[in-house]
């Protein structure tokens, strides 16, 4: 017995959404009353979605170990955005213009 936990079998969650439209093209293909055939159609897509409840519970380890491997290999996002070009244009054309402009005192605003 391997140490590691099984990988979620992916196949079978896809192969239940086969399974649900070939269930509808049944109950289609079935000359059913009207209501009857709502129904069916009802129960039909409940019963994959159970079966699909049912997978996920049975590969919750695996899906949570996946989860974990995949969390660990995504780098961090970082802490500050990249500037753009023109952001850091910009900055500097701001900067620039703050450097360069004249600071007033309060004695130069006093009539």
């Known amino acids: 017995m391997s140490s590691?936990?099984?990988k979620p079998r992916w196949w079978l969650a896809y192969s239940l959404?086969?399974?649900l439209a070939?269930?509808?093209v049944l109950?289609?293909?079935l000359?059913?009353?009207p209501t009857l055939k709502e129904v069916?159609?009802?129960a039909s897509v409940i019963f994959t979605l159970t079966l699909l409840y049912l997978w996920a519970w049975?590969?919750?380890?695996?899906l949570n170990e996946e989860w974990r491997t995949q969390a660990r290999q995504t780098p961090p996002a970082p802490t500050e955005p990249v500037p753009t070009p023109e952001q850091r244009h910009y900055r500097r054309v701001m900067q620039f213009h703050h450097l360069a402009k004249p600071r007033h005192t309060e004695?130069?605003?006093v009539p």
């Open 40 to 42: 069916a159609q009802i």
């Open 58 to 62: 049975a590969n919750a380890d695996a």
């Open 107 to 109: 004695r130069d605003c």
């Open 31 to 33: 000359s059913l009353a």
């Open 27 to 29: 109950i289609e293909w």
């Open 4 to 6: 590691r936990p099984a």
């Open 17 to 19: 959404f086969f399974v």
């Open 22 to 24: 070939l269930l509808l």
